[in-house]
C-alpha cells in the first residue's frame, strides 16, 4: 500500500522576495541555500542531502553553497533560498510503522508564494517523509537508512528548487518536476529531472548583474 502513498506538494504565503544577481554562464551560476528550523537528528542524513543535492542541480548548471540561518549574507550569490527542515529528518531503527511519527499533513515539502512570484522560502517536512518512508527504511542498518533518508530529502529540495528557479507553479510529466512523488520515487536508485526540465532550469539561470540593492530580500 506505500507504493501507492503520494507525496502533495502545495504552495504557502509567505513574506519573502528573490534575490538575485549573479553569473551568465549556468555553469558558474551559484545557489545559496540557508539552513533554518529544527536541529536534524541526523547530521549524517542532512550532509548526504547536501551531497545528492550538489549532484542533482550541477545537472541543471548551479552549484549548491549552504549557509545556516545565523550566517551573514552573501550578496555574492546568483540566488538565495531559505530552507527550512520541519520536525525531526531521521528514521530509528528496528521501529514498526505504527510507531511511525504523527504527520499532520501529506505535505512533503512546499514553497512559499505571492500572486505569480514564486518565493525562495521553502520547507521539508520530515514528519511527513518519516511517515512515509519509515516501514522500509526502520530495519535498514544506520548508515544505509541515513543514506535512502538524505536522498529522498535532496529530491524534494530539488523539486522545490524546480518551482524557484523556473518562477513556475507548474509541473512536468515526469521526473523530479512532478506533481506527485511515489513511496518508490522518494526511494529508488535513479530519480531526476527531465531533460526538458533540466533546459528549463538552465534558460532560468540569471543573465545579468545590475543592481543588487534592488534585490534585496525585505525579510523573512
Ligand atoms: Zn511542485
Redesign the pocket.
Known sequence: MFARLLAA?CLLNLAVVPCRAGSDDPANSELLLYLSGDLPQSLHAVDIMKSELASLMQSAGYRVAWRDSHSKTDSTAATLVVVQLQGACSVPAGSSASDGPAADTKTLASTAVSDDVVLPFSIINCAALSRVVWPSLAQEPGARRDFLYGRAMARLLA?ELY?ILANTRD?ERDGIAK?HFTFTDLLTERFEFEHTTLAKLQRAVPEVVTDTAADAPSGR
Open positions: 506538494f523539486h518551482h509541473h506533481s
